[in-house]
Each structure stands twice: as structure tokens, then as C-alpha cells.
């Protein structure tokens, strides 16, 4: 669109014109649109799933697999410990986020995984390498922590026989990020050993690959519908890629395909002028209720679309007054700087919660379940979000900006190009 008053001094300029007030109309209130930058609201979403999984995980550790009470309750808490809909809320979140990269920098397929290779994989390499070490430590806490015979401890003793069974090829495999295309007759446990969260770093960097040519297809009905034929076929013959996490881009494509709708969405509603509005939470209600009422993935699908739809509507009673409150919480201060942080504390957390537990089981064998968990809560998370801010500082942004300056040559990028919400995160 043009600048505001551009349009009024082009028609001043034609014969006859009807001059009008000197003073510019008022404009009405709307969201940024995609070229003005990041969007801080889906920046602050990613900052609160990343810390949802850490929190996840120092509970499963601590022997909290199983819910403490039952009924509803008891379910809602294993859905927490667990964190599937973390997962699926950052795979939408990515394909939002990658198509707003595509679409605002026009860019070829080197310079494309140039800029995300340089964004994911210092980070990435340093937390493997973590990873790696705190593997030896797992053992210590399987076999002496009080609270060993979970579930979830033995899910972990079958990653460690896989680990040891083939270390060499589990390595190869997620160095080169690969750990997740392999099924479970190849490479049995790959998408999960070493550094379980990055199982959905692999996921990432597949969507990357074909980021390009998905973006082209869903610009298409018939691009469309094979898209919508490779989701069927991987849902009903993809079991064996399940290994133990869903970590081959077309079992969890429709997340990414929700966000690449999102991203059109948001464009086409803010080319027609459209801002936020009390009507607005009209529709975000309908989908909630549509979302409820299809009881697929619906708790994930809820999350996005309030996280969404709070961008498009202005304060108003009942439901409209809750995405008010959900747009304040994802742009306060506090989930800003986990937005910023988010991608390394995802991957941290895992290798420092082994170490965390190694220590305290050292100096206290008896230590409780409730001990461990206090233990972490008091010190665990700190040092974790510590930690994620100094990786952010010393890797992330450093090798972000080169990757941009390497890049900046070969695209026409836009001064306000919205790195920023560019998550490369996904829960496990």
C-alpha cells in the first residue's frame, strides 16, 4: 500500500481535482503489516512453550510420569508432562514463521538454508556435544534415583541400549540432522538418543529443505491436494517413522500447512485495511468452538488460535476481553525475553537437568521425588534460563547476523525483514 497522503497528492496533481482539507484522514487503528517487523505477541508464544517443556521435563525426571490424583484432572496433568501440544504449537508456529521469511525476503534455496543453517545449528552443535556428555551421566540416575521405576525411566534405559548399541551411527545422524528421517529397522531409537528435544530440530530442518516448494504448493489447488495426499499416505503407512517420536516431516506436515494458512490470512486481512476490531472475536470464538468440536489435536489447535486470534481484536466483553488478556501476557516484558531466548533453552535444559540430577543424587542418594523436584525448581530453572540467555548472546545472535551478512548479497531484503519471529524450535 502507499504511505499515507500519497494517494490525496496524486489527485491533487489531475485537471479538475477536488481539493479537500489539507489535514490528512485518520487512519484507523491496524496491526503492523508484514513488512513493518516481528510480531511480538507469536515471539512471547514461543518463549512460554519453551519453558513448558522445560518444566515438562524436570518433572518427568523427578519421577512425576504418572499423575499424582485422578479423573479429568489427572489427564489434563499428563497432557502437561508430556507436552504434545508444545510440539504441535511450534510446528504451526514454524510454518507461519518460515512462510513470512519466504514471502518478505526474496531469496534462492542457497541463501534460503544459508540463513537457517547459521541460525540453528551453532547452537545446536554446541547443545549436542552437551548432549553427548551427559549421556554417560544417565546411567547414574537411572540406577540410583528413589523414584526409578516409572515409566519414563524406562523409556530412557531403552535410549541408552540404543545409544551403546550403534554410538557411531546415532551420531553421524544427528550431526547431520538427519537422526529423524530414519525408521525404526534402521536406526531403532535415532530420533530420540543423545539429545531428546532435538527430534524436532530434524523435523525443522526437513520443513527447510522443502519450505520452498511447499510454499509454491499451497499457492495452488493442485499443489493442494498432493500436499493433502502425502499427510494421508504418511498418517496411514508412516508408523515405522514413529521412532519413538514422530519425527519425519510428513507425519506432522498439517501442523506446518495450519501456519502457512495462517500467515495468508494475516497478509490478506491487513491488505484490505483490516486492524483490530470487537467483531473479530466473533469468528476467533467459532473456530475455538469448530476446533473443539473436530477432537483432532484440539487443546494444540485452541492454543494457536487464541495466540492468533488475539492479534486481530480489540478489548470488548466476554471472550473478546480474554484474547486481550492473552495478547497483554504475550507481550509483557518477561515473555518477550523467553521469546528471545527460547531456541537454546529448549536445547540446554535437557543436558543441564542430567547434570543437575547427577549432583544431587551424589551428595543426596536418599533424595525424594519432591527433594528433586524442589532442587530443580529452585536451581534447575535458573541456570537453565541463565544459560539460554548466555548462548543466546555468545552463539545465537553472532552467528545470526552472519549468516545475514553472508546472505544479504543474493536477496533483496527488506530493512524491517522479521527475523525475530523466525522460531527454529519445536518441543518434544
Known sequence: LPPAGSFFCERSRRPNARRRSRRPPKMKTSLPRPSAGRVAELDGLRGVLALWVAVAHVLLWCGFA???????????????????????????????????LIYSQKQGFGSFMTGRFFRIYPVYLLCLA?????????????????????????????????????????????????HGVFPQTVLPGGAATLLVPAWSISVEWQYYTCALLIAFCSRHALGLLLLAGGCWFAARHGAAWINPLPAFLPLVLPFFLIGIGSYHLYVAHFAKGGGRSRRNARYVAVALAGAILL??????????????????VEPSRGFGRILVVARRILGHPVTQFLGKISYPLYLVHWPLLILLLTILLHYRPNASAFEAAGWMTLVGIPLMLAAGYLLHRTIEAPFMQLGRRLTRPAARTDRDTPVAITPAISPP
Not at 499423575?67 to 504441535?88: H, K, M, N
Not at 556428555?133 to 535410549?159: K, N
Not at 483432532?296 to 486481530?312: C, N, Q, R
Request: hydrophobic fraction near 55%.
Open 66 to 100: 504418572e499423575a499424582p490424583f485422578g479423573g479429568r484432572a489427572g489427564r489434563f496433568f499428563i497432557t502437561l508432562v508430556y507436552s504434545p501440544e508444545a510440539v504441535e504449537v511450534f510446528f504451526i508456529l514454524s510454518g507461519f514463521a518460515i512462510s513470512y
Open 130 to 178: 552437551l548432549g553427548v556428555g551427559a549421556a554417560w551421566l544417565t546411567g547414574f540416575i537411572l540406577d540410583h534415583a528413589s523414584w526409578r521405576e516409572t515409566s519414563y525411566f524406562d523409556g530412557l534405559r531403552m535410549l541408552a541400549d540404543n545409544e551403546q548399541a550403534r554410538p557411531t551411527a546415532h551420531l553421524a545422524a544427528h550431526l547431520g540432522l538427519a
Open 295 to 312: 477432537q483432532w489435536h484440539s487443546l494444540s489447535l485452541a492454543i494457536w488460535i487464541v495466540a492468533f486470534g488475539s492479534l486481530f
